[in-house]
């Protein structure tokens, strides 16, 4: 059965489709929406489910730092669906953050999750991860807070649902974590007992993500260089979809911070089937920008510029291209006018890098065929 509108199906749906397989699903960060209709063009001709997502920093009820609200990105995404034609995809909200857990902050999350229920999201991310307690004598005293957190926000969103199917995911271990011994790793008792804490008050996420040795955005050497991500845990990762499986619990992981793995070491190694979304965010923001360079090389310069001008005392030290390369994301706000009125070619360039990179994704995650395993769930 087709969405006659195409508008965004459960996140729930989508695993359920998928399960079982050794696929992973593309969640793509358009911080700029215009290389979602590249990505859905792709997901259409290679018959990959998708999920379009941003995160509370990126977007939220003020802009976020892309300057769109739920209601905006939802619109520009739908549209995106609309103009290509295709159905199977979900609109996520990722890393709904928290970080102190206080009242306050619970209550301006419900009012986000208020404004992306009303945009018609149909899969949240809850990520309460920072809410670890050092102090803890076991390992379900380190996640209690996480888990009573989580609780709460899963429960509410249930409520606003109204009875409809929703996708959950949820985050133990902060994503990039460092501690003096280098990468803090979530253990599979971690995971374990933190989705256990879970079930045990009735919410049952589809997705977990993990710290696993990823980052989010670029990785550097010591110069300042962009350079590839080889640092995600693999036999780790392995380990924790094990003790999941071993244990029962029907949860598979996110995988974060994709963006400076090697495709061909995705297609070779990662764990198909036990990873089963795959966030992948400043890749896009990249495909943009590159464009810009040469089909927009003044506005290109104003953003280089703005940032430069912005950031720099706050990195002494560091070179021009990495501060600019760090934190070009700010400035997609500042220029939200301007990088949404770009000429048709640049547009066309953009859109055809997009597709060009999505197809090459969904090959290395195996999704090809993924949106008709999930129609046939819907039908
Ligand atoms: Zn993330």
Redesign the pocket.
């Known amino acids: 059965m087709k969405q006659e509108d195409y508008g965004p199906i459960s996140g729930s749906t989508i695993f359920k489709g998928i399960s079982g397989r050794k696929a992973i699903i593309m969640a793509a960060n358009t911080r700029i929406t215009t290389v979602a209709k590249g990505i859905f063009k792709a997901a259409k001709d290679t018959d990959s489910a998708v999920f379009m997502e941003l ?1 509370r920093s990126e977007c939220d009820l003020k802009g976020g730092y892309t300057g769109l609200t739920p209601k905006d990105f939802s619109e520009k995404v739908r549209e995106a669906a609309r103009d290509v034609e295709f159905d199977i995809w979900a609109l996520h909200a ?2 709904i953050t928290i970080k102190k857990g206080d009242a306050t902050e619970i209550e301006q999350t419900k009012q986000l999750i208020d404004a992306q229920v009303a945009a018609g999201y149909t899969s949240f991310a809850i990520d309460a991860s920072h809410l670890f307690n050092f102090e803890g004598k076991n390992v379900r005293e380190e996640l209690g807070q996480n888990i009573s957190v989580t609780t709460e926000l899963a429960h509410y969103i249930k409520s606003r649902m109204k009875g409809k199917d929703f996708g959950l995911e949820v985050e133990v271990g902060e ?1 990039g974590r460092k501690d003096g011994q280098g990468m803090v790793l979530t253990t599979p008792e971690e995971a374990v007992e933190f989705i256990r804490g879970l079930h045990a008050n009735d919410v049952q996420p589809q997705v977990l ?1 993990i710290a696993n040795g990823s980052t ?1 955005g670029h990785v550097y050497d010591e110069k300042g260089n962009v350079v590839e991500q080889l640092s995600i845990d693999i036999p780790q990762t392995k380990a924790v979809a094990k003790a999941l499986r071993d244990n029962k619990l029907n949860v598979g992981i996110a995988q ?2 994709i963006t400076g793995t090697p495709r061909e070491l995705i297609n070779q190694h990662f764990p198909k089937g036990d990873i089963i979304k795959g ?1 992948v965010g400043t890749f896009w923001q990249d495909v943009v920008f590159d464009a810009l360079k040469i089909y927009e090389p003044v506005l290109y310069k104003n953003i280089q510029d703005w940032t430069l001008d912005k950031y720099r005392a706050a990195n002494p030290g560091k070179s021009d291209r990495q501060i600019v390369d760090g934190n070009c994301k700010f400035a997609i706000k500042e220029f939200f006018r301007e990088l949404y009125a770009v000429d048709e070619d640049t547009e066309k360039a953009i859109q055809a890098k997009a597709y060009a990179e999505s197809l090459v994704f969904f090959k290395a995650f195996s999704s090809y065929g993924s949106a008709s395993l999930v129609r046939k769930v819907i039908s």
Do not use: E, M, Y
């Open positions: 995160a990722d890393h994503i993500a989010h974060h911070g966030n």
